[in-house]
Nanobody, 114 residues
Framework: QVQLVESGGGLVQPGGSLRLSCAAS????????MGWYRQAPGKQRELVAR???????RYADSVKGRFTISGDNAKNTVYLQMNSLRPEDTAVYYC????????WGQGTQVTVSS
C-alpha cells in the first residue's frame, strides 16, 4: 500500500520560509518522479516542483529562485524548501509520486499572511 504523508505546513508572514516534507512508503522511492502540487481556493491544482531520478528538477515559473525541491533516498522523503513566501503562495500543498500511476498525499495547508 502506497502512502504519502506530508508535514510542515502552517501560517507564515510574507517573506518567511517553510519546509514541507513528504514521507513515502510502499514504493521504491528512487524509481518515481516525486513532486509537489498546490491548489488554492477556486483554482485548479498546479505543479509547483518535480524531481525526476537522473534528471534536472522542474519548477513553476512563479516559484523559481524561491523554492527548492530535494529528496533523501535513505529516508524515502522529498522536501520542498520555500523561501521568500508571498500571499499568493497560500494553498493546500500536495505530495505526488508518479510512475505510470499517480499517488497523492492528503495535503498540508500553507497560509502566507501578515
Amino acid at each position: 500500500q502506497v502512502q504519502l504523508v506530508e508535514s510542515g505546513g502552517g501560517l507564515v508572514q510574507p517573506g518567511g520560509s517553510l519546509r514541507l516534507s513528504c514521507a513515502a512508503s510502499g514504493i521504491a522511492f528512487s524509481n518515481y518522479a516525486m513532486g509537489w502540487y498546490r491548489q488554492a481556493p477556486g483554482k485548479q491544482r498546479e505543479l509547483v516542483a518535480r524531481i525526476i531520478p537522473g534528471r534536472d528538477s522542474r519548477y513553476a515559473d512563479s516559484v523559481k529562485g524561491r523554492f527548492t525541491i530535494s529528496g533523501d533516498n535513505a529516508k524515502n522523503t522529498v522536501y520542498l524548501q520555500m523561501n521568500s513566501l508571498r500571499p499568493e503562495d497560500t494553498a493546500v500543498y500536495y505530495c505526488n509520486a508518479y510512475r505510470l500511476v499517480d499517488y497523492w498525499g492528503q495535503g498540508t495547508q500553507v497560509t502566507v499572511s501578515s
